[in-house]
């Protein structure tokens, strides 16, 4: 089951640091932020990291709740979760579901060869588990203040 805007989103259950389960339900009620990124200890993702880390009371205070996915493995995230200080859990889809689900796997020519890899994408779900809008293929520079706008205008109309 593929994800659709103002659609809910699809069942799914992964697991986060923290020791932290994440379900299709087990955030209703608030404002679901689900940023994809390609690598741990990576540059682009290390800056997106920050970035979502340096904003990420201002989408508390929106009511919102980030999380980082990736197909590392928990190790990895709790070793990168703690060298740059997040105060956001990440997700382990170490087996690929979420990123499917997402549609986030992408054929990437790198060094010359095809590989598969996750196309850098953000998901904005609402309190009642609608996916609101996504933002596919970004650039890190002003990506997050633009997710954050998105949660703050939903603020306002609430």
């Not at 089951?1 to 697991?15: D, T």
């Not at 997106?48 to 009511?63: I, K």
């Not at 060869?113 to 520079?141: C, Y």
Request: aromatic share 8%; glycine share 8%; net charge neutral.
């Amino acid at each position: 089951m593929a994800v659709v805007v103002n659609k809910p989103i699809p069942e799914f259950e992964a697991k986060a640091t923290g020791g932290i389960t994440v379900t299709h339900q087990s955030h209703l009620g608030q404002t679901l932020v689900l940023y994809f990124y390609p690598k741990d200890h990576t540059p682009g993702c290390t800056t997106e990291a920050m970035q979502f880390r340096d904003r990420y009371q201002d989408f508390v205070a929106a009511g919102a709740v980030v999380f980082g996915v990736s197909r590392d493995n928990m190790k990895s995230h709790e070793d990168f979760k703690a060298k740059l200080e997040l105060p956001f859990e990440l997700i382990a889809d170490t087996e690929e579901k979420m990123c499917h689900m997402f549609g986030v796997v992408k054929n990437k020519i790198m060094y010359g060869k095809k590989v598969k890899g996750i196309e850098r994408s953000t998901f904005l779900i609402s309190p009642e588990g609608i996916l609101l809008q996504e933002w596919r293929g970004i650039k890190v520079p002003g990506h997050v203040d633009e997710v954050l706008k998105a949660v703050q205008m939903l603020e306002k109309v609430a």
